[in-house]
């Protein structure tokens, strides 16, 4: 393997969950330095219920402000609803979430397991009929902090179908980050079992048990050449409990540079936007890779 595309979620994984509210005019710099470090794939914002997420209910400011530039990049559409509002903004690229399990349904979508495929089919349909592209990503595939392990049949019984509604990518999330390296390989190997083939998988990882980095390994050993990243390690999700940052994408291209793999990504060019937004939200990146490159500039 000598390639990997890197999708950057931090300006909507990784703000979604913040605290404080981040200016418009910061969050479309953040997306700007992105792009302009190398990153092919930078998810901007999310069209959901502004009460759910407040943190990007400036999402029509940003992708207006991004002008065409935006419109080239993915953002989160649950419902027919959203889908309204970034076709007014001539959106191309959008992805809807769904749940692998019940509980998470209901608390991050209002919908039961069946009920949120019932939302996502108008949506995706029209949105296919309007030649735009859809990712689908699918929650808690390694485990759910109300349910458990999940089993890998209906992990791979929701992927499939949430695939097959027409999209083009299927991300399996380890929302709460509990999946280990043995879990991923398995899991992938589901999937193909079912007959996905492994250029439509991209894989998600949050760090909160400090497996990212392993599970992507695991994952690109397994033949995946997509990853989720955040720069920085931003990231978490506001309905799901004990969520934490995403893997970053700092640490996924310094290991992907030591196995010689190109991601086009300029790797300072990210540490000094991660350095430069964790000024803006008062706090250092969790990111070793962020700390160590960040120390041996000064
Ligand atoms: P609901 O309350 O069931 O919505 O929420 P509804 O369909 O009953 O509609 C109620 C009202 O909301 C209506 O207005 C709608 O128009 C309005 P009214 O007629 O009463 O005046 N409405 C909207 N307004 C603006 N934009 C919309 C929208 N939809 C309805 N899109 C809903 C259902 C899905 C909207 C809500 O549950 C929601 O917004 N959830 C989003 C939660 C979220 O964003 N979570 C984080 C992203 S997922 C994630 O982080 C995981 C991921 O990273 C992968 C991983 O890590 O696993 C992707
Ligand atoms: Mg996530």
Redesign the pocket.
């Known amino acids: 393997m000598s390639e990997v595309t890197i999708y950057e979620?931090g300006p909507?994984?990784g703000l979604?969950n913040e605290k404080g509210v981040i200016a418009t005019e910061v969050k479309v710099e953040f997306i700007q330095r992105l792009l302009a470090a190398g990153l092919p794939i930078v998810e901007a914002t999310?069209?959901?219920?502004?009460?759910?997420?407040p943190q990007?209910a400036d999402a029509a400011e940003v992708m207006a402000a991004l002008g065409d530039a935006g419109r080239d990049l993915p953002v989160?559409?649950?419902?027919e609803?959203?889908l309204d509002?970034a076709l007014e903004l001539g959106v191309r690229h959008i992805?809807v979430?769904g749940s692998a399990t019940e509980t998470f349904a209901q608390k991050?979508?209002?919908?039961s397991l069946d009920e949120q495929f019932a939302?996502f089919e108008p949506t995706v349909a029209r949105a296919r009929a309007a030649g735009i592209d859809v990712r689908a990503?699918?929650?808690?595939?390694f485990g759910d902090p109300w349910e458990g392990a999940v089993p890998v049949d209906q992990v791979v019984g929701v992927g499939k179908r949430l695939f097959d509604l027409g999209a083009s990518e299927l991300?399996l999330?380890?929302?709460i980050g509990v999946g280990t390296a043995g879990q991923v390989k398995d899991l992938i190997a589901a999937f193909t079992d079912a007959g996905m083939q492994l250029d439509d998988l991209a894989m998600?990882f949050?760090d909160t048990y400090g497996q990212a980095l392993a599970n992507a390994y695991s994952a690109l050993q397994a033949g995946v050449t997509t990853f989720?990243a955040s720069a920085g390690g931003l990231?978490g999700?506001?309905?799901?409990k004990s969520?934490t940052g995403?893997l970053a994408t700092e640490d996924l291209v310094w290991m992907l540079r030591g196995l010689g793999i190109e991601t086009g990504v300029d790797l300072d060019a990210v540490v000094t936007t991660s350095v430069w937004m964790a000024e803006h939200l008062g706090r250092p990146s969790p990111s070793a890779v962020v700390r160590a490159l960040a120390q041996s500039d000064s």
């Open positions: 979620v909507r994984d979604q999310s069209f959901v219920h502004p009460k759910w997420v990007l989160l559409v649950p419902n609803r959203g509002r992805a979430f991050n979508l209002n919908r939302m990503y699918v929650s808690m595939c991300s999330g380890d929302t998600h949050h989720d990231g999700c506001p309905y799901a969520a995403n």
